[in-house]
């Protein structure tokens, strides 16, 4: 009679993998206003940008850039947001005005995400490219996470106005997506429970 085979236990996931599922978990939003001092210094910043370098890029277009603000020119940026409330809103007060300037000085790190949608009926189309985007900057967002530092993204009314189209020198093509803050969070919040995949998940079945 053979000997019985032995059931192998089932394996251990890579540890690779076990420390991507970790970084991801943590990574949460952290409110521009609740970033402090430090922020990533130069080598930290440039494993952050090679890390956006990594995101899937169709034909190597490279369509999005970073535009790093420092704390020299956030007066400029200040003007442009409140620039920007007044002409959505001429009745607006001076404290709401100063509330649309205080944003240009939260967080230590800030930078404008700008995606170019490229020209029309290219045959890398703007969702595309969009997509591109927005895996650069997560891939941004997970390094600054691993690197202990909390993070956002912010956007607002004021993202296709004149004024900021103009301090950023934006081309045709070319439209601000958001901004991202990373700094050290003071605080953090509760985890918030993430969907199971059975909300967002289906599989094509049979007519």
Not at 42 to 67: G, K, M, T, Y
Not at 179 to 205: C, H, N, Q
Request: charged share 25%; proline share 10%.
């Amino acid at each position: 009679m053979d000997a019985p085979v032995p059931t192998a236990a089932p394996a251990e996931p890579p540890t690779a993998a076990l420390n991507a599922a970790a970084l991801m978990a943590h990574r949460q939003t952290i409110l521009p206003k609740r970033l402090a001092e430090p922020g990533p210094d130069e080598s930290q910043l440039d494993q952050i940008f090679r890390a956006a370098a990594a995101a899937p890029d169709h034909n190597e277009r490279l369509p999005w850039r970073f535009v790093l603000i420092p704390a020299s020119q956030r007066e400029r940026l200040a003007e442009v947001f409140a620039a920007s409330l007044r002409e959505r809103d001429p009745l607006a007060t001076a404290d709401q005005v100063e509330q649309a300037r205080e944003k240009a000085f939260r967080s230590p790190t800030l930078m404008l995400a700008v995606v170019d949608t490229g020209p029309p009926g290219d045959e890398i189309p703007p969702t595309e490219r969009y997509i591109s985007a927005g895996s650069a900057i997560q891939n941004m967002l997970l390094m600054a996470t691993a690197q202990g530092f909390g993070s956002a993204l912010t956007s607002g009314k004021a993202m296709e106005s004149k004024g900021l189209r103009d301090l950023f020198a934006l081309r045709d093509t070319e439209h601000a997506v958001c901004f991202v803050s990373i700094g050290t969070a003071g605080k953090r919040k509760p985890a918030r429970a993430r969907p199971e995949p059975d909300r967002f998940v289906s599989t094509l079945t049979p007519e």
